[in-house]
């Protein structure tokens, strides 16, 4: 019974290096979103997928890019790291946009 | 752009008091969800509320949506170390290109 997983758990990067994350859900679910959570900022979209073969930006996009790979998975990438991209990132998943969302337990994200 | 306030930002309190926590908007929602994460974990939803007016009891808690779907609360009776973590309520907005909004969170702390 996994809902949501991220992949890896854990990463730390240098400045400039690039990283894929990566999200797969098995709910059959056909939207899926990518947030990031800040200290005392809650959560904020980075991109979301409404369903499968397209992705449109959210409130954050700038420094990222998405894929939706299939129906199951979303994958967020970072071209070129910086520190201001020091976070933890969820990946989540609904049955269609807008509704109740499913969460990963998240990637913690730390850019030197 | 839509938000949802919640309030208060921190919350501790002893185990065996009662709390409530608002999230308000200016805004109307179609429907509004509240969910809590623990430390280490995603958000996990706890519930949805779609009318104006609507009461749903979740054994010590309790959640109501305002009469004009602008506003929600969450009231827990008998606070217990359990409940403690980070509550969001999050809602489907009636307008904008992406409607779900997330709150700015309520960190509650219970001491045993």
């Known amino acids: 019974n996994a809902g949501v997983t991220q992949t890896p758990k854990f990463q730390v990067l240098k400045t400039g290096q690039s990283m894929t994350l990566q999200c797969a859900q098995d709910?059959?679910?056909?939207?899926m979103y990518w947030y990031r959570q800040d200290p005392g900022m809650g959560l904020r979209l980075i991109y979301y997928?409404?369903?499968?073969?397209?992705?449109d930006k959210g409130e954050v996009p700038n420094g990222y890019n998405v894929s939706r790979l299939n129906k199951r998975e979303f994958s967020l990438r970072l071209e070129s790291a910086a520190p201001s991209q020091t976070s933890v990132y969820f990946c989540?998943?609904?049955?269609?946009?807008?509704?109740?969302?499913?969460f990963g337990d998240g990637t913690r994200l730390s850019i030197l | 752009t839509q938000l949802l306030e919640q309030s208060p930002q921190f919350l501790s309190i002893q185990e065996g008091e009662n709390l409530t926590v608002y999230c308000n908007s200016s805004?109307?929602?179609?429907?509004l969800q509240w969910y809590r994460q623990e430390p280490g974990e995603g958000p996990v939803l706890l519930v949805t509320?779609?009318?104006?007016?609507e009461v749903k009891k979740l054994k010590r808690l309790t959640f109501q949506f305002g009469d004009a779907r602008k506003d929600s609360s969450l009231h827990i009776t008998a606070a217990q170390p359990g409940d403690t973590g980070l509550y969001l309520c999050?809602?489907?907005?009636?307008?904008?290109?992406?409607?779900?909004?997330f709150g700015t969170g309520t960190r509650l702390k219970v001491l045993a």
């Open positions: 989540a998943s609904s049955y269609r946009v807008n509704q109740p969302q499913h």
């Open positions: 709910m059959n679910h056909n939207s």
């Open positions: 997928s409404a369903s499968e073969g397209t992705t």
């Open positions: 805004s109307v929602f179609s429907s």
């Open positions: 509320v779609v009318t104006g007016g």
């Open positions: 999050a809602g489907e907005a009636t307008s904008g290109t992406y409607k779900y909004i």
